[in-house]
């Protein structure tokens, strides 16, 4: 009996042991879970895919809700999408779980900075600085919050602070010189913006900021040159070219002001004072049918715009059409039933109409409103060279260069979430690789579907759904997330279901690309091409999703030299078994030319190119390859033939070389 019970004690202890240990394995089995789901949020974060990263920290917070980790991440994809009340939210669950992290109160106040909540984001620069007081950039926001609550004093204080900190810190002068602004100062301000431009003569913004003062003291030859170094700088700013036209108009160059409109629109095609003014342009140098296009546009933008409506019915008048006029003279006769101009000239549009009773009934009125002008005022002969302010609703100013309110000044909020998540210089980049895809898509190049020979195998078996060719980086929709997780998720029972189940690893490893689960993905492929180690698809799509893999882990400085080593080896051993495939010969030179090995690159683009004459991106990259490799011809040669395929941005590529 003794040995029974003994030998009970022994077997309750060892199910103890097993059962201690089972759930050590799920608890660490749910650690790197979550770790992972993390992780591959952050992925889909680093490619923009702000939805798709959302659903993976969502299931993070649902396994693992304290952490902060992916409330934090999760904020940080709701701000790039403008939520900014549920980036906030997230940010307190964030704070709350872990009070001591910079990032969370610094992104907290920049979601409040959106929403206007000034002094809160105050609360949370001074909470973060307590912190890490040497932070710059949170000096720097909350000084611009002040500058918001109008608080100049403790803002010329703080500023203070910061200079005495960072001397050489060009912008904490333009920001002093904005409050000099604010507290007409101007002379000092002058002084700041200088000495901010003395130590940074590169920031276009501040040569904005001084061109304000010069057009506000109509300094327009000044003006005019402090603009356009800005906009060398900041070339795709609109209102820099919206100031600079009005410089140019009052110093009577025309044509340079028109030119100046063009290109803000090109940049900003919604901007109301470039349409606005180009209309009034237009009309000036008789340009009317274009003209009338732009107060169509205006018109849109605000249908109630009486400035607007006149300008259109003098232009529809000159132009014949009659009806449009008069309805819109009547418009604006509605609302200024003593607007005598307006009244006269509808009056002559009902008479060249043979409307003869609407036009006598217009022309008495102005009749009587001139026999009692001193009850109305006149109507003065105006300057051509005069403006209003965009708010200034007069009539008798219709013909007027409209200028804003308020020349604000645009703030820029420091933080390391303005941009690209990667914060990468995106100005010149070689095009992305082609993988395998499970939706078509088209791009800027080709309107027709990128075919294969391999693909289009893969497609024609039974069953299977099929595969499409692309390099263009799209985002998912909820909807879309949804159903590929509902796809992986019947691969997955498939797969446990089946004995022979190799193609499955391979459908799913393409789904987990969809929803930028490479590590899966890459684990799959090496799965599927144990039992088939000749599949050029399967080595093509694990490379692949290796690179994209390596993108997202050198932002976070990891060393990615050796799996790099791998993509070629896989891409070299993909281009042996099918060394005509000119997708997998333009992805292996695109390596190359990553990693600077440009000859080895152009060796690759020039065979892929000569096996598809027609692959646009191969003459792309092989241009900046050329570039890179100081052969400024042959680089620009082949970026004109990229661009005559349809890829329209070599153009803007050539003609920055061109100009070096």
């Not at 010189?177 to 301000?189: G, H, P, V």
Request: glycine share 4%; net charge neutral.
């Amino acid at each position: 009996m003794r040995k029974v019970a003994w030998l009970r004690g022994v077997l309750l202890l060892l199910a103890l042991q097993c059962s201690m240990f089972n759930v050590q394995c799920s608890m660490c089995l749910a650690q790197f879970n979550t770790d992972r789901l993390i992780m591959i949020g952050r992925s889909a974060l680093y490619y923009e895919d702000y939805v798709l990263s959302i659903q993976y920290f969502n299931q993070a917070i649902a396994s693992k809700p304290y952490l902060y980790e992916p409330w934090f991440f999760r904020a940080v994809a709701k701000y790039y999408l403008d939520d900014y009340a549920g980036a906030e939210q997230d940010c307190s669950a964030a704070i709350d779980r872990n009070p001591y992290i910079v990032n969370l109160y610094e992104l907290r106040g920049l979601t409040r900075i959106q929403q206007k909540k000034y002094q809160e984001a105050i609360g949370d620069y001074t909470k973060a600085l307590k912190y890490d007081p040497e932070g710059q950039n949170l000096w720097h926001n909350r000084i611009l919050c002040r500058i918001q609550e109008k608080d100049y004093d403790r803002a010329h204080l703080e500023l203070d602070t910061m200079l005495t900190r960072w001397s050489q810190y060009a912008r904490g002068y333009s920001m002093r010189a904005e409050i000099y602004m604010l507290q007409q100062d101007t002379a000092s301000a002058i002084t700041a913006l200088d000495r901010s431009l003395e130590l940074d003569p590169y920031d276009g913004a501040i040569w904005a900021e001084r061109a304000i003062i010069s057009l506000a003291r109509s300094e327009w030859k000044e003006s005019e040159e402090f603009l356009s170094k800005a906009i060398h700088l900041l070339p795709k700013q609109a209102n820099n070219y919206i100031n600079r036209a009005l410089a140019r108009y009052n110093q009577n160059n025309l044509r340079g002001a028109m030119a100046d409109y063009d290109a803000a629109l090109d940049f900003d095609p919604n901007n109301f004072l470039g349409h606005y003014n180009r209309g009034l342009l237009r009309a000036q140098v008789g340009d009317d049918n274009r003209a009338i296009i732009d107060f169509d546009f205006v018109l849109k933008l605000e249908p109630d715009n009486l400035m607007a409506l006149y300008n259109r019915a003098t232009l529809l008048d000159k132009t014949g059409n009659l009806r449009g006029a008069i309805r819109d003279y009547t418009k604006v006769i509605d609302e200024y039933p003593n607007f005598w101009t307006g009244l006269q000239s509808r009056a002559n549009c009902y008479r060249r109409l043979g409307m003869t009773k609407q036009a006598e009934a217009d022309e008495f009125r102005v009749y009587k409103a001139q026999l009692y002008k001193h009850l109305y005022g006149t109507q003065p002969r105006l300057n051509k060279r005069q403006m209003r302010r965009r708010s200034d609703d007069d009539l008798e100013k219709y013909n007027q260069i409209v200028v804003a309110d308020e020349e604000e000044i645009e703030h820029e909020y420091k933080s390391e979430y303005r941009g690209r998540v990667q914060n990468r210089k995106v100005q010149i980049e070689l095009l992305p690789l082609y993988g395998l895809s499970l939706k078509r898509t088209v791009n800027d190049v080709r309107t027709k579907l990128t075919l294969d020979r391999h693909v289009e195998s893969y497609n024609q078996q039974r069953g299977v759904r099929q595969l499409f060719l692309s390099n263009t980086q799209t985002t998912l929709d909820e909807a879309q997330t949804n159903s590929y997780f509902a796809y992986i998720d019947s691969l997955s029972v498939a797969i446990g279901a089946q004995t022979s189940k190799a193609a499955l690893y391979f459908q799913r490893a393409v789904a987990y690309t969809e929803i930028q689960n490479f590590d899966s993905a890459i684990d799959d492929l090496t799965t599927y091409l144990q039992s088939d180690t000749a599949s050029v698809l399967a080595l093509w799509q694990r490379a692949y999703c290796q690179s994209k893999a390596n993108d997202f882990n050198a932002s976070q400085g990891t060393d990615v030299g050796m799996k790099t080593a791998n993509v070629i080896g896989d891409l070299t051993e993909a281009v042996t078994l099918s060394p005509q495939n000119a997708y997998l010969l333009y992805n292996r030179g695109t390596i190359y030319a990553q990693r600077a090995d440009y000859d080895r690159a152009i060796e690759d683009f020039t065979k892929a190119i000569e096996q598809d004459p027609q692959l646009a991106e191969a003459y792309y990259n092989r241009g900046l390859s050329y570039l890179y490799s100081n052969r400024q011809q042959e680089g620009i040669a082949d970026l004109s033939k990229a661009g005559e395929l349809g890829l329209y941005t070599a153009y803007s590529v050539i003609k920055k070389y061109r100009n070096k």
